[in-house]
């Protein structure tokens, strides 16, 4: 029986503190498009694949123009790009990573970020030599709550669901580790009430890796072998 462990990480919200600019950038893609959607429910949708994400906020794809969404996706790309340089890292996220590194977790990434992006949120977060891969958008069929993602990161580290924890900070995050049978542990920092993350499968929930980083001790990540 293998006794690698891993502690697979979402990273927008989580990680890295880019919720509010998606929520902004993609309000703004979709308004230049013509569509009023109100920004509470844009927040509310972080964390999904674009695809998932315009069809939770639009209807359903079938009905809609794929021209139009592959437009959308892509103006939403270009304004957040501009913040790829300046994208600030939650408070002790790197330190968190190595924390857990160095009590033998191995440290893998699930996101539905990928490319340019995904590498600007590698290098905000600043703990590349503990990372050991990550599965993005480009890895999975199907994103969050689906759970590809988090399937795929197991595999990285290749471990079993029962020897893994996941820690994200959308209810999406909790319903993908939930499908694949990891442990779910959320943080605040994305700006999801505690409640909802509860009800989607966290079995605990910390403000923010500071916080989690804090308590490890007494969390699930604390030495037990």
């Known amino acids: 029986m293998t006794t690698n462990r891993a502690a697979i990480f979402d990273v927008d919200g989580t990680l890295v503190d880019t ?18 959607v109100p920004m509470r429910e844009i927040h509310r949708a972080v964390g999904l694949s674009a695809a998932d994400l315009l069809d939770h906020l639009l209807g359903d794809g079938d009905a809609r123009d794929p021209d139009e969404d592959e437009q959308l996706n892509a103006a939403h790309h270009a304004l957040y790009a501009t913040y790829f340089e300046r994208l600030p890292p939650l408070d002790s996220a790197g330190d968190l990573l190595r924390a857990l590194a160095g009590r033998g977790w191995s440290i893998v990434l699930a996101t539905s970020a990928s490319g340019a992006e995904l590498s600007a949120l590698r290098r905000a977060i600043g703990a590349d030599e503990v990372i050991l891969g990550a599965a993005s958008a480009d890895d999975v069929a199907d994103g969050k709550p689906a759970p590809d993602p988090v399937r795929r990161a197991r595999e990285l580290a290749s471990v079993p669901s029962e020897r893994a924890v996941f820690v994200g900070d959308t209810v999406w995050d909790m319903k993908s580790a939930v499908r694949d049978g990891v442990l779910p542990v959320a943080v605040l920092s994305g700006g999801i009430p505690r409640a909802d993350l509860e009800t989607a499968g966290a079995c605990a929930v910390y403000r923010d890796p500071a916080d989690l980083l804090g308590r490890l001790d007494s969390s699930v990540f604390a030495d037990k072998e």
Not at 19 to 35: D, F, P, S
Request: net charge neutral.
């Open 19 to 36: 919720n509010h600019l998606h929520v902004v950038t993609w309000w703004e893609a979709l308004r230049q498009a013509g569509h009023q």
